[in-house]
Nanobody, 115 residues
């Protein structure tokens, strides 16, 4: 079982980051995948999910619509999150998982948006 997120960092407001998540086949398989985030003092929330069929159908929480894009590379068991026009309120640890999520979580990747 493996979920390895990467690509986070410190970025100024208005900047961009691209997150990547490599999952083991047992997790990725033919499942919908999602990106989740947890800000300090807040509950983990779903940010975006993507279906298995075309791999291009994404659903987004209202706060990131038009700014974030989720995608997946099925042969590589990888899911991506392109984040543009980042805002300070996007600061959080970002995780990937199936959608809905399973019990196992990776270590996440920290995204900090600050000037």
């Amino acid at each position: 079982v493996r979920l390895v997120e990467s690509g986070g960092g410190l970025v100024q407001p208005g900047g961009s980051l691209r997150l990547s998540c490599v999952a083991s086949e047992s997790i990725f398989g033919l499942r919908a995948m999602g990106w989740y985030r947890q800000a300090p003092g807040k509950q983990r929330e779903v940010v975006a999910t993507i279906s298995t069929t075309s791999g291009r159908i994404g659903n987004y929480v209202d706060s990131v619509k038009g700014r974030f894009t989720i995608s997946r590379d099925n042969p590589m068991n990888t899911v991506y999150l392109q984040m543009n026009t980042l805002k300070p309120e996007d600061t959080a640890v970002y995780y990937c998982n199936t959608a809905p999520p399973g019990d196992y979580w990776g270590q996440g990747t920290q995204v900090t948006v600050s000037s």
